[in-house]
């Protein structure tokens, strides 16, 4: 057995021995997007630094730890925090979380994010559902030996998002009134914000959001058989003619804005897995 396939069942097994349930269903928050957290009858409450071969998130505005509860009914598994590529973790890292949820049992993986809106029509604090992603030179964490027991060598990316979720997803915001977008996300890999010419470039090549995680993410749950469903929280503007300084704080802020109505569309969502 691979060292990697070695430590996630480790990872594995550590988990299994504290929460004694399965749940199909897991969720990943993104930069200031934590508060769905509150939400869930919590049943057990694992630090990262506690587990075995995890990574340790270092961010402000991220809780590192992995949470077990119910949720819209439904038991998930949920990581209040990410592993980002600008905090120095490898690819294969940032996308560890994910195998390990889908070793226990995960079979459709809901993200979040915080996204730079770069299509002329979004505005702060919109969500839009991510129907395609362009890794904009992104790592790739399949790069390197394939794991076998966990997906094929060559995996086909031509839907990473699944379209029966974005249609369920589109109906609850239509009977909640909750305006939603749906477009591309671009992932590149931070932690500079873009210059004006690199949202220009990312708007010219078909991108309509950029953030700096969810696409690695994405490759390995898909890689592993898993249906995704992600939406990003629009929380700056990076294509606007007027003065666009962006920082760190104002995407925070807008997260939390926005993170109601995010919230709502998860549980009702889940409700329907
Ligand atoms: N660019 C990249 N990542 C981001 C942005 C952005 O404008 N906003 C939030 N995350």
Redesign the pocket.
């Known amino acids: 057995m691979s060292e990697t396939m070695q430590q996630l069942h480790e990872t594995v097994a550590y988990i299994r021995q504290l929460v004694d349930s399965e749940a199909t269903t897991g969720i990943i928050l993104g930069s200031g997007l934590g508060n769905l957290s509150n939400e869930i009858k919590v049943e057990k409450e694992i630090a990262y630094n506690e587990i075995p071969h995890f990574p340790v998130s270092t961010v402000k505005g991220h809780k590192g730890r992995l949470l077990f509860g119910e949720l819209g009914g439904k038991k998930v598994w949920v990581m209040g925090g990410r592993f980002h590529f600008y905090e120095g973790y490898t690819a294969q890292q940032v996308a560890y979380p994910v195998r390990v949820m889908r070793l226990l049992g995960v079979k459709t993986l809901l993200l979040s994010n ?3 809106g770069v299509n002329k029509a979004f505005k702060v604090g919109d969500l839009m559902i991510i129907n395609d992603h362009i890794s904009m030179f992104t790592v790739n964490p399949l790069l390197g030996k394939n794991e076998e027991e966990i997906g094929t060598r060559f995996p086909d990316m031509s839907e990473p998002y699944s379209k029966a979720l974005i249609r369920k997803a589109k109906e609850i915001a239509g009977a909640n009134n909750i305006f939603l977008h749906e477009g591309v996300y671009t992932g ?1 890999t ?1 932690p500079t ?2 210059t004006r010419a690199e949202y220009k470039l990312i708007h010219v090549l078909g991108g309509d959001a ?3 995680s969810t696409v690695q993410e994405t490759i390995a749950a898909v890689h592993s058989g898993m249906d995704v469903f992600a939406v990003s929280v629009i ?2 503007l ?1 294509i606007r003619d007027e003065e666009n300084v ?1 920082t760190h704080e104002e ?1 925070l802020q807008a997260a939390k804005d926005a993170e109601p109505k995010l919230t709502l569309l998860f549980t009702e969502l889940i409700k329907t897995l």
């Open positions: 915080a996204a730079g590149v931070g914000f873009e950029v953030g700096m929380t700056d990076g962006i995407v």
